[in-house]
Nanobody, 115 residues
Framework: QVQLVESGGGLVQPGGSLRLSCAASGTIFSINTMGWYRQAPGKLRDLVAV???????NYADSVKGRFTVSRVNTNNTAYLQMNSLKPEDTAVYYC?????????WGQGTQVTVSS
């Protein structure tokens, strides 16, 4: 069992920055993939960015060049640095982890980009 706790969401103006954090607990094994998905009102949950334990990353086209995903393997913590935020980035952001064939999700943190 894995528990994921996100932090760092909030309200920011267009062009601003936010950093999300996700701390995983409850497992002694190294998590293979960690990352972030987001869900805007009335839309499906979509990939934002993920990173493997080896450092390979995958980003949604809409965030490439603006967002950076990173992680610290020793304590299973993932980060999402979000720069040049746009109103269309407004969504609930969910931390994600994959371990031994199971998917785990955090409770979500709201990110609102508005002037």
């Amino acid at each position: 069992q894995v528990q994921l706790v996100e932090s760092g969401g909030g309200l920011v103006q267009p062009g601003g920055s936010l950093r999300l954090s996700c701390a995983a607990s409850g497992t002694i094994f190294s998590i293979n993939t960690m990352g972030w998905y987001r869900q805007a009102p009335g839309k499906l949950r979509d990939l934002v960015a993920v990173i493997t334990s080896g450092g390979r990353t995958n980003y949604a086209d809409s965030v490439k060049g603006r967002f950076t995903v990173s992680r610290v393997n020793t304590n299973n913590t993932a980060y999402l640095q979000m720069n040049s935020l746009k109103p269309e980035d407004t969504a609930v952001y969910y931390c994600y982890a994959a371990l031994l064939g199971y998917d785990y999700w955090g409770q979500g943190t709201q990110v609102t980009v508005s002037s």
